[in-house]
Every structure is written in structure tokens, then in C-alpha cells.
T-cell receptor, first 115, second 112 residues
Framework: EAGVAQSPRYKIIEKRQSVAFWCNPI?????LYWYQQILGQGPKLLIQ????????DSQLPKDRFSAERLKGVDSTLKIQPAKLEDSAVYLC?????????????FGQGTRLTVV | AQSVTQLGSHVSVSEGALVLLRCNYSSSVPPYLFWYVQYPNQGLQLLLKYTTGATLVKGINGFEAEFKKSETSFHLTKPSAHMSDAAEYFCAVITGANNLFFGTGTRLTVIP
């Protein structure tokens, strides 16, 4: 079974530029998460989708971050414009349902450096 | 609101020694608790989880954790550390919004 795929693995951009990350979840997984992991910290949830609908985006900085999952499969996370403090690893995860009795599978992440 | 606190950002043990990584939770409802491991430049991998039932949970790679409601704890242990256990370990809890809330992590170093 293929895992969660993310691209690119690494990205370096200048502040005020735009960047987009892509995630393809495990086939059949309805729930998709984007997390931000700043160096030395635990992952912080940015947004959670159930199919193509948003379940929770309360911690997404909506003035600069956006995410979509138009067909309920793969997803894109965008930052526009980027700030220095956006330097982090962006992790995508998927699970086959909501709730505690399921396992979230994580991709390898995209490491973003903003200079 | 549900949350977790990991005590100790860095833990060092000798190879063959006991591993103990601490996690305390706060939750107004019976919690679902998880331990994830993250190897360098990798995503997170589930070690074990507690949902209901038996309070001693066994996971992969010889790790186990015990849910103690009276102490609001879910500490991770392994009887004998291997060099390959060196990694970052995260405790997590399912929140009321059905998403994972992670602790700040504990970096485990294994000394030969």
C-alpha cells in the first residue's frame, strides 16, 4: 500500500514570495490533515478536511495561508506571501475516518526555508 | 480542552538501559492517547495508541505505555534501549474536534 506522498521535499524561497505544497493521501482515506512543525516543536494542526469539506481550520493563518482539496483526494497548501516565521516542515497526514479509534498516516513532509 | 505535556525535551540513556518518556494529559472526557516516533527527515510513525479497554498498551519495536487515569499519565517505556531507538517521540491526544494535538516532543539519545 502506497503511503502519503508529499512534494516537494525541500523548498527555499525569499520572504514575500509564494509557495505551494502538494499532498496525495493514501487511497480511500477521507480525512486529510496539514500540520506545521517548527524546529524544536510538536506538529501544529493547520487544517483538516473530510472528503472535500473543511472540518477544522481554526489555526490556519487565513490572511496568508490557503488550502484546498477540490475533488476530495489530493490537496494543496499555499502560502502567499511567505514570512520568515513560516520556515518549518509541513506535514500531510491522512486517515480513513474521523475519531480517536483510527490511525493517521504521515508523509515525509516538505521542509520550507524562508530567507 | 484536551492537551498533553511532555516532561523533558531531551532524554539520554545507555544502550540496554530502560527508556522512560513522560507524558501527562488533560482532558474533560475519556481521552484517546497516542505515541508517535519521528526519525530524522522522516514523517511521524505511530508507535501505539490507547482508546478503551486494557490500560497497558503494547506497540511496535518493544515499546509500551500505561494509561493511568489517577495520575493523568501515559508514559512510554522500553525495557532495553537500542541504538536504533534514537529519535524524537511525540505524545498526542485526540481533541474534541477529532484532530490530533501533539506535545512538544522528547528527543531520545542512546549512548553506546
Amino acid at each position: 500500500e502506497a503511503g502519503v506522498a508529499q512534494s516537494p521535499r525541500y523548498k527555499i524561497i525569499e520572504k514575500r514570495q509564494s509557495v505551494a505544497f502538494w499532498c496525495n493521501p493514501i487511497s480511500g482515506h477521507a480525512t486529510l490533515y496539514w500540520y506545521q512543525q517548527i524546529l524544536g516543536q510538536g506538529p501544529k494542526l493547520l487544517i483538516q478536511f473530510q472528503n472535500n469539506g473543511v472540518v477544522d481550520d481554526s489555526q490556519l493563518p487565513k490572511d496568508r495561508f490557503s488550502a484546498e482539496r477540490l475533488k476530495g483526494v489530493d490537496s494543496t497548501l499555499k502560502i502567499q506571501p511567505a514570512k520568515l516565521e513560516d520556515s518549518a516542515v509541513y506535514l500531510c497526514a491522512s486517515s480513513n475516518s474521523l475519531g480517536g479509534n483510527t490511525e493517521a498516516f504521515f508523509g515525509q513532509g516538505t521542509r520550507l526555508t524562508v530567507v | 480542552a484536551q492537551s498533553v505535556t511532555q516532561l523533558g525535551s531531551h532524554v539520554s540513556v545507555s544502550e540496554g538501559a530502560l527508556v522512560l518518556l513522560r507524558c501527562n494529559y488533560s482532558s474533560s472526557v475519556p481521552p484517546y492517547l497516542f505515541w508517535y516516533v519521528q526519525y530524522p527527515n522522516q514523517g511521524l510513525q505511530l508507535l501505539l495508541k490507547y482508546t478503551t479497554g486494557a490500560t497497558l498498551v503494547k506497540g511496535i519495536n518493544g515499546f509500551e505505555a500505561e494509561f493511568k487515569k489517577s495520575e493523568t499519565s501515559f508514559h512510554l517505556t522500553k525495557p532495553s534501549a537500542h541504538m536504533s531507538d534514537a529519535a524524537e517521540y511525540f505524545c498526542a491526544v485526540i481533541t474534541g474536534a477529532n484532530n490530533l494535538f501533539f506535545g512538544t516532543g522528547t528527543r531520545l539519545t542512546v549512548i553506546p
